[in-house]
């Protein structure tokens, strides 16, 4: 199939399925072509995202496409590892202008973005939809798919997160320009265990992270990364210790990754294996708090908040 002339490819996130979405995937098809529907996403599920990845491909399913779900990746090449798998050198469109973005250059066949309008229409009508609005945009097939995944305590659930994203972005709104906001997160590591912490607040109540939080304005990151480690884990490290342990750093900052807004976050990895500690207690935003298994953790990708999956699998895939 990988070698036909005439499979095309295309890649995106469907939340939901609309009747625009159909028409282009119709179009892009054409006549007699195969197409292959990638979802391009593997994110828990959230305001932003609310249908899971399996789900988004149950609706595409339902009329009539193949698809495939493949797992979020951290670099643009992972991206295209991916692809190059489903359908070498095969024509790709993409629904998402930062997917387009990142793979120009490294797709090395015919690459078409789809008209960006799709996208903010949907997501237009998905806010409305998350207010109490029905969703227009969709067919009956799609329709039916929503009903069944979602019963009224999910929906109720994601519907108070968009109303906390609403007025998180309307407090902002008076700014000069928009905001740009630095958080912290620490990955900490003993033995063959991290340590998780299990959001208390919106967004992504109930969902497991690492340990972090904003930026004060006084702090270096570093500080920062350490404050917020004692203040939800009750883990208090010296700056001696810290840096002793540390075996690692990145910032993530690809944009779209906090529903938030433009949130870039540095991270901190720290190995304690073959320290003392103390019970840890669960404090300040989180609700409980738990040492897993890295093997285990490895595999939360669908109960982890936002990107914290990437960052697990970022430092623990070539540490485990």
């Given at each position: 199939m990988t070698k036909s002339a005439s499979l095309r490819l295309a890649v995106g996130r469907f939340h939901p399925l609309s009747d625009d979405h159909v028409r282009a995937l119709e179009d892009w098809r054409g006549e007699g072509n195969l197409i292959v529907v990638v979802v391009g996403a593997h994110m828990p599920r959230s305001s932003r995202?609310?249908?899971?990845?399996?789900?988004?491909?149950?609706?595409?399913?339902?009329?009539?496409?193949?698809?495939?779900?493949?797992?979020?990746?951290?670099?643009?090449?992972?991206?295209?590892?991916?692809?190059?798998?489903?359908?070498?050198?095969?024509?790709?469109?993409?629904?998402?202008?930062?997917?387009?973005?990142?793979?120009q250059g490294l797709w090395v066949s015919e690459l078409t973005l789809a008209d960006p309008e799709i996208s903010q229409k949907t997501a237009v009508q998905r806010a409305a939809w998350l207010n109490g609005d029905t969703f227009i945009d969709v067919g009956e097939q799609v329709r039916r798919v929503m009903d069944r995944v979602l019963d009224a305590d999910?929906?109720?659930?994601?519907?108070?997160?968009?109303?906390?994203?609403?007025?998180?972005?309307?407090?902002?709104?008076?700014?000069?320009?928009?905001?740009?906001?630095?958080?912290?997160?620490?990955?900490?590591?003993?033995?063959?265990?991290?340590?998780?912490i299990k959001r208390g607040g919106l967004p992504g109540r109930g969902q497991w992270a690492l340990p972090g939080g904003f930026l004060d304005p006084h702090e270096t990151v570093f500080a920062a990364a350490l404050r917020e480690l004692q203040e939800e884990t009750g883990l208090s490290l010296s700056e001696r210790q810290a840096l002793q342990r540390l075996k690692g750093q990145r910032v993530f900052d690809q944009p779209e990754r906090s529903a938030r807004g433009r949130t870039i976050s540095h991270v901190f990895y720290f190995?304690?294996?073959?320290?003392?500690?103390?019970?840890?207690?669960?404090?300040?935003?989180?609700?409980?708090?738990?040492?897993?298994?890295?093997?285990?953790?490895?595999?939360?990708?669908?109960?982890?908040f936002e990107d914290h999956y990437l960052m697990l699998h970022h430092f623990l895939s070539t540490d485990a």
């Open positions: 995202y609310p249908f899971t990845a399996e789900e988004q491909v149950v609706m595409l399913q339902s009329v009539g496409f193949e698809a495939v779900a493949i797992e979020d990746a951290l670099l643009p090449a992972e991206r295209v590892v991916q692809l190059t798998a489903i359908g070498e050198n095969a024509p790709l469109l993409s629904f998402d202008a930062g997917y387009g973005d990142e793979l999910t929906y109720r659930a994601l519907a108070e997160e968009h109303a906390y994203i609403e007025a998180y972005h309307q407090s902002w709104s008076v700014a000069p320009y928009p905001p740009v906001h630095v958080t912290v997160d620490a990955l900490i590591r003993k033995d063959d265990r991290v340590l998780l190995d304690l294996s073959g320290m003392d500690l103390p019970a840890l207690e669960a404090g300040d935003d989180a609700a409980a708090l738990k040492w897993t298994g890295v093997d285990c953790a490895l595999k939360m990708r669908a109960h982890m």
